[in-house]
């Protein structure tokens, strides 16, 4: 790749645009169409690992807990939760009245029920990272029992987790809630001809990868819902989503990293322009087995210290990002004990010298693989290597393939995001830095930073926890495995029948 110099390239930012925004009715009374730039091949809700299946079917099915625009953690279809004191075993009280969309009513024996479901696959999913510690799991996983031993019936309304170890933050997770007898009736293929959750709205058709249609459920114990019928419409990336809005085939559609200057620099979008930061990790993993330099911590920081995040956030990004100075977003954990990642050629220079690859000399040459929509962002971060004289070379990589090679560690270096699905920091720390951790990016691992995480998971009290992880945060920080970029703003334009509270920060919409 040719170099391109930070200036020049930061200045051509935003010379990309879109043609301005149309007037545009708002949407037919009853519907909501959403624009997604794909839909998941499959929606099972008991296997679910990426964010826009989850953001689909949250429109379908309730956890245990739920958690509000701004973060705090409310009742879902569990009403109270009570642990122990050193956090191995909770007792959960199950919301009375409420009903699966087949119409049988929920019951304890439901929730334990899904949760071995969930852990029947194969494959890593956000349900085996929150039922791990749960006693039994192991045995569950190897096929050797059929059944949590670490979960009881007490009775209808009331359930009883028992853990191997403590876990503090166990009735937080996502765990979708399923009706798994009639899912089994129904057969392997079930979720792609009905709903069995108990969510404010239940499946009406579903045709693979290009739409997904779900109508408002009567039964649902929040009442009534503001739309009849929600829509998922396959939109593609780049500005394909847009197009369709203005011409209000959507009312709905998040915008692209790539588009995101030309929508708003355009103020034919202002009125429609909606933005909430994301309680998300982005970051560059790389593979230390693929590429030996990366095993180098000086080769690590020098790359960290190429990369402008204060530009970034304000020219690339106008405005609507945030500079994490860590792996756990600010508004999580306010950890003032990091240091800014700084911007700094010379020492990165220096550093590479330091390291027996002067100018780069002596790196092997590399691939950084990202999906499409990332590119224009990415090509600045591989400018500023190569300026450096490190060999990288950008590649996009279509989206399912990129999701499935990624979790295998099958690329050289790749974005890596991670968007929490409870707002405790546990949700970055442990599920993907810890050793034993399925979706550690980069299989690093520190005995020292097991044993804080250990600590924090025996520990009720959240004010204990938060010393805790900003020591935990710090070691990470410390050996720079992976390296944090920029967090854009979810960004999105929406018609005049949603509110600004649509999106959450966890990277859901509120259905309700």
């Known amino acids: 790749m040719p170099a391109v110099h930070r200036r020049h390239f930061l200045g051509?930012?935003?010379?990309?645009?879109?043609?301005?925004?149309?007037?545009?009715?708002?949407?037919?009374?009853?519907?909501?169409?959403?624009?997604?730039?794909?839909?998941?091949?499959?929606?099972?809700?008991?296997?679910?690992?990426?964010?826009?299946?989850?953001?689909?079917?949250?429109?379908?099915?309730?956890?245990?807990?739920?958690?509000?625009?701004?973060?705090?953690?409310?009742?879902?279809?569990?009403?109270?939760?009570?642990?122990?004191?050193?956090?191995?075993?909770?007792?959960?009280?199950?919301?009375?009245?409420?009903?699966?969309?087949?119409?049988?009513?929920?019951?304890?024996?439901?929730?334990?029920?899904s949760f071995e479901a969930a852990l029947g696959g194969?494959?890593?999913?956000?349900?085996?990272?929150?039922?791990?510690?749960?006693?039994?799991?192991?045995?569950?996983?190897?096929?050797?029992?059929?059944?949590?031993?670490?979960?009881?019936?007490?009775?209808?309304?009331?359930?009883?987790?028992?853990?191997?170890?403590?876990?503090?933050?166990?009735?937080?997770?996502?765990?979708?809630?399923?009706?798994?007898e009639a899912a089994e009736r129904a057969g392997s293929d079930w979720f792609r001809r009905m709903s069995a959750g108990t969510g404010p709205y239940r499946l009406a058709q579903s045709n693979d990868g290009i739409r997904i249609d779900v109508e408002a459920y009567p039964g649902w114990r929040g009442g009534a819902v503001p739309f009849d019928r929600v829509s998922f419409l396959a939109t593609g990336i780049g500005n394909d989503g847009i197009t369709l809005f203005n011409d209000s085939q959507v009312d709905f559609t998040f915008v692209d990293t790539?588009?995101?200057?030309?929508?708003?620099d355009d103020p034919g979008f202002k009125r429609s322009l909606s933005n909430v930061p994301r309680m998300q990790m982005r970051v560059v993993a790389l593979d230390p087995r693929r590429v030996k330099a990366f095993a180098d911590l000086r080769v690590r920081r020098a790359m960290s210290l190429l990369i402008d995040r204060a530009a970034m956030a304000e020219r690339f990004f106008r405005g609507v990002a945030t500079v994490h100075n860590g792996i756990v977003p600010p508004a999580l954990l306010a950890n003032e004990r990091l240091e800014p990642l700084a911007y700094d050629p010379a020492l990165a220079k220096r550093l590479l010298e330091e390291a027996g690859y002067p100018e780069g000399r002596g790196i092997d040459p590399f691939q950084v693989t990202v999906i499409p929509e990332y590119r224009r962002e990415f090509v600045y971060y591989v400018s500023q290597w190569n300026n450096a004289g490190i060999p990288a070379k950008l590649v996009m990589a279509p989206r399912q393939e990129f999701i499935a090679r990624s979790r295998r560690r099958d690329y050289d270096a790749f974005l890596f995001g991670w968007t929490a699905t409870y707002p405790d920091p546990m949700n970055f720390l442990d599920e993907l830095f810890s050793s034993r951790s399925r979706f550690n990016p980069v299989g690093w691992s520190s005995a020292q930073f097991d044993g804080l995480i250990e600590q924090a998971m025996a520990s009720p009290e959240s004010?204990?926890?938060?010393?805790?992880?900003?020591?935990?945060?710090?070691?990470?920080?410390?050996?720079?495995?992976?390296?944090?970029?920029?967090?854009?703003?979810?960004?999105?334009?929406?018609?005049?029948?949603?509110?600004?509270?649509f999106i959450t920060p966890f990277g859901g919409l509120n259905f309700g």
């Open 122 to 180: 194969e494959g890593a999913n956000f349900a085996v990272l929150a039922l791990s510690k749960v006693r039994g799991f192991r045995e569950l996983r190897a096929k050797t029992a059929t059944e949590l031993s670490g979960i009881t019936v007490i009775d209808d309304r009331t359930l009883e987790v028992v853990c191997d170890e403590p876990c503090a933050i166990f009735p937080f997770a996502r765990l979708n809630i399923v009706d798994v």
């Open 12 to 113: 051509l930012l935003g010379a990309a645009g879109l043609a301005g925004a149309l007037p545009r009715p708002a949407a037919a009374a009853g519907s909501l169409r959403i624009g997604l730039k794909s839909l998941p091949g499959m929606l099972n809700p008991l296997t679910v690992s990426d964010l826009v299946a989850r953001q689909i079917l949250g429109s379908m099915y309730e956890s245990l807990t739920t958690v509000d625009s701004k973060g705090s953690i409310l009742p879902g279809l569990a009403t109270a939760w009570e642990a122990s004191d050193d956090a191995r075993r909770w007792r959960l009280t199950i919301r009375d009245g409420v009903v699966f969309h087949t119409g049988r009513p929920l019951t304890a024996a439901d929730v334990k029920r």
């Open 258 to 264: 790539d588009a995101l200057r030309g929508v708003m």
């Open 463 to 501: 004010g204990r926890r938060a010393e805790l992880y900003k020591d935990a945060e710090c070691l990470v920080m410390k050996d720079l495995p992976v390296i944090p970029l920029v967090v854009p703003d979810y960004v999105a334009l929406r018609g005049n029948v949603l509110s600004d509270n």
